[in-house]
Nanobody, 127 residues
């Protein structure tokens, strides 16, 4: 069973950058696709980005394409989210999550396809 801990959130001005990290435990981390999601107050959880278990394929939500980059280091059991050109509408709690299907071929953006979640890290972008 994989467990996840996010870090790297904080307060940043619009146009700035942050790098989120997600530390995973568990022997099977390298077999699983990973995703980042976010949830703002009063809104549904929104897909941000996902990456295949091998790291070769990535997938982004429309609102972050061209600004955010997901990556992973299987040796370190880490997933990262580099966020550039941040906007006030990016303000939310950011979560990383695990797709439970080992060696899944398809990288998906539906939160219902992920079954292990971290506790989240707050990102606040001021205007």
């Amino acid at each position: 069973q994989v467990q996840l801990i996010e870090s790297g959130g904080g307060l940043v001005q619009a146009g700035g950058s942050l790098r989120l990290s997600c530390a995973a435990s568990g022997r099977t981390f390298s077999r699983h696709n990973m995703g980042w999601f976010r949830q703002a107050p009063g809104k549904e959880r929104e897909f941000v980005a996902a990456i295949r278990w091998s790291g070769g394929i990535t997938y982004y939500g429309d609102s972050v394409k061209g600004r955010f980059t997901i990556s992973r280091d299987n040796d370190k059991k880490m997933v990262y989210l580099q966020m550039n050109s941040l906007r006030p509408e990016d303000t939310a709690v950011y979560y990383c999550a695990v797709d439970p299907t080992p060696w899944a071929k398809t990288v998906v953006g539906s939160p219902t396809e992920y079954d292990v979640w971290g506790q989240g890290t707050q990102v606040t972008v001021s205007s």
